[in-house]
């Protein structure tokens, strides 16, 4: 993991964007701050953009609850275009 501490001035901005190769897209983003990232060890995905669900879920399917570690799933619309 790279560690952005030393590179960050504290009125930098860096999107933290999440998405896996499936989404083809970002999913999620989060924005910190040079000040956060250099008080914090890790940070989090962010919240679902615009038409995406992010839900954690277990090996039953079923959500999790706060700081209960399981998968990430995402779900959302699908938009198509006739040319």
């Given at each position: 993991m790279l560690n952005l501490r030393p590179?960050?001035?504290?009125?930098?901005?860096?999107?933290?964007?999440?998405?896996?190769?499936?989404?083809?897209?970002?999913?999620?983003?989060?924005?910190?701050?040079g000040e956060e990232a250099q008080n914090h060890i890790g940070l989090p995905i962010g919240r679902p953009?615009?038409?995406t669900q992010i839900y954690i879920l277990d090996e039953f399917f079923q959500e999790v609850i706060p700081g209960q570690i399981g998968e990430i799933v995402i779900g959302g619309k699908k938009f198509f275009s006739i040319l």
């Open positions: 590179l960050l001035n504290p009125e930098c901005v860096v999107l933290n964007v999440y998405g896996p190769a499936e989404c083809a897209i970002a999913a999620s983003c989060y924005v910190v701050t953009l615009a038409y």
